[in-house]
């Protein structure tokens, strides 16, 4: 028995150096196969982890459709989105898990709605969302413009010929010609997009320096018709207000002109979607009256213009070219520009 076992572990040597030496020899003519003549299959094999999945197929989403194409609109303008008619999805879900997401090129992140209200000119990004498939997207390039803008202003926007303190114009106060103040000014940048648009004036009186007084009934019952029509307003003053009158409150804005304010607004603001524009002080040294303003435009989502730094600038004033200090303080050609840019910047 010892004499068969050893017999067979012979043969098992012997074969598993006869596979020894064949494998050698497979592997060599493999390294020597001629492809010049022969047509080789190139074998590709690729060992993955037990959690591998194959991706699936990409969605193919369907591309929005947008309801205005570019150009020109009113301030205010929906825009809606939707999906064409008739189209599917190569996936189970049905297309109503769709979403809808839009961008003006001035944000930084992607919103979601059906509709967007044109309250800025650019181009306007649209896509469509299912999970983490999105379609190509779509865009489109928007110009808003205003039809009626209502500039409520004290002397920097108009003042009449007043001889005792030598002035003789009927524009801005200390502007050099009508073309010159910003209330012109502003009035061409806007005509510039769209030229009926109207620019008005409405004088802000006592609500600067009286405003516990304001006649707000007799107000309305003369100018209710250019309220309605107005979507753009423009709030430029508080050089007249008495700014120790409305001292902060617990380090808020003065409660009782701020609501005081607010009703002022509020009867202006005759069209839900017009906008409002609220701008600091020009002078220096209205910190209260600046912090009405400006919470005032916070708390209600009003475009807030800061003229303070501009105000600061010496060479913005009409120095040297009137007599009277009180003209004098005015902002001159320079300054009335920047005012224009200041407040065209925010609404174009």
Same mark, same amino acid.
């Given at each position: 028995? *010892?004499?068969?076992?050893?017999?067979?572990? #012979?043969? @098992?040597?012997?074969?598993? *150096?006869?596979?020894?030496?064949?494998?050698?020899?497979?592997?060599?003519?493999?390294?020597? #196969?001629?492809?010049?003549?022969?047509?080789?299959?190139?074998?590709?094999?690729?060992i993955?982890?037990?959690?591998?999945?194959?991706?699936?197929?990409?969605?193919?989403?369907?591309?929005?459709?947008?309801?205005?194409?570019?150009?020109?609109?009113?301030? &205010?303008?929906?825009?809606? /989105?939707?999906?064409?008619?008739?189209?599917?999805?190569?996936?189970?879900?049905?297309?109503?898990?769709?979403?809808?997401?839009?961008?003006?090129?001035?944000?930084?992140?992607?919103?979601?709605?059906?509709?967007?209200?044109?309250?800025?000119?650019?181009?306007?990004?649209?896509?469509?969302?299912?999970?983490?498939?999105?379609?190509?997207?779509?865009?489109?390039?928007?110009?808003? /413009?205003?039809?009626?803008?209502?500039l409520?202003g004290?002397? =920097?926007?108009?003042?009449?010929?007043?001889?005792? +303190?030598?002035?003789?114009?009927?524009?801005?106060?200390?502007?050099?010609?009508? %073309?010159?103040?910003?209330?012109?000014?502003?009035?061409?940048?806007?005509?510039?997009?769209?030229?009926?648009?109207?620019?008005?004036?409405?004088?802000?009186?006592?609500?600067?320096?009286? =405003?516990?007084?304001?006649? @707000?009934d =007799?107000?309305k019952? #003369?100018?209710?018709?250019?309220?309605?029509?107005?979507?753009? +307003? $423009?709030?430029?003053?508080?050089?007249?207000v008495?700014?120790?009158?409305?001292?902060?409150? %617990? &380090?808020?804005?003065?409660?009782?002109?701020?609501?005081?304010? *607010?009703? /002022?607004?509020?009867? +202006?603001?005759?069209?839900?979607?017009?906008?409002? $524009?609220?701008?600091?002080? @020009?002078?220096?040294?209205?910190?209260?009256?600046?912090? #009405?303003?400006?919470? $005032?435009?916070?708390?209600?989502?009003?475009?807030?213009?800061?003229?303070?730094?501009?105000?600061? %600038?010496?060479?913005?004033?009409?120095?040297?070219? /009137?007599?009277?200090?009180?003209?004098?303080?005015?902002?001159?050609?320079k300054?009335?520009?920047?005012?224009?840019?200041? *407040?065209?910047?925010?609404?174009?």
């Amino acid at each position: 028995m *010892i004499r068969n076992l050893s017999i067979n572990m #012979v043969h @098992f040597v012997k074969i598993g *150096i006869v596979g020894w030496f064949l494998l050698l020899h497979l592997n060599a003519s493999a390294q020597t #196969v001629d492809c010049s003549n022969t047509k080789c299959i190139p074998l590709t094999i690729k060992i993955v982890g037990k959690d591998f999945v194959l991706p699936p197929n990409p969605l193919v989403l369907p591309v929005p459709l947008i309801s205005l194409q570019s150009g020109q609109y009113p301030f &205010g303008t929906v825009i809606s /989105f939707d999906i064409p008619v008739g189209l599917n999805i190569q996936s189970a879900n049905t297309l109503s898990q769709l979403t809808f997401e839009y961008m003006w090129d001035s944000d930084t992140v992607w919103r979601t709605g059906s509709e967007a209200a044109l309250k800025k000119s650019g181009v306007l990004s649209v896509r469509t969302r299912l999970g983490t498939s999105t379609s190509e997207i779509q865009k489109h390039t928007y110009q808003i /413009f205003y039809k009626q803008v209502l500039l409520i202003g004290n002397s =920097f926007t108009q003042h009449g010929p007043y001889e005792p +303190i030598g002035w003789t114009g009927n524009w801005g106060m200390a502007a050099s010609a009508p %073309d010159k103040d910003y209330k012109s000014t502003l009035e061409r940048y806007l005509q510039a997009n769209y030229s009926d648009t109207k620019v008005k004036i409405f004088p802000t009186a006592r609500i600067e320096n009286d =405003f516990y007084n304001y006649d @707000f009934d =007799f107000q309305k019952s #003369v100018w209710q018709s250019t309220f309605e029509e107005t979507d753009l +307003i $423009v709030l430029r003053f508080g050089e007249n207000v008495k700014d120790w009158e409305i001292p902060m409150q %617990d &380090g808020k804005a003065n409660k009782a002109y701020k609501e005081i304010l *607010i009703r /002022f607004i509020n009867m +202006i603001k005759q069209k839900s979607s017009a906008r409002v $524009v609220i701008t600091s002080v @020009f002078w220096q040294g209205f910190p209260n009256t600046n912090a #009405v303003f400006k919470e $005032v435009a916070d708390e209600n989502g009003y475009d807030w213009v800061n003229l303070i730094e501009i105000g600061k %600038d010496d060479s913005n004033y009409a120095y040297g070219l /009137f007599a009277d200090p009180g003209v004098a303080k005015h902002p001159n050609d320079k300054g009335m520009k920047a005012i224009a840019d200041l *407040i065209y910047d925010k609404i174009k």
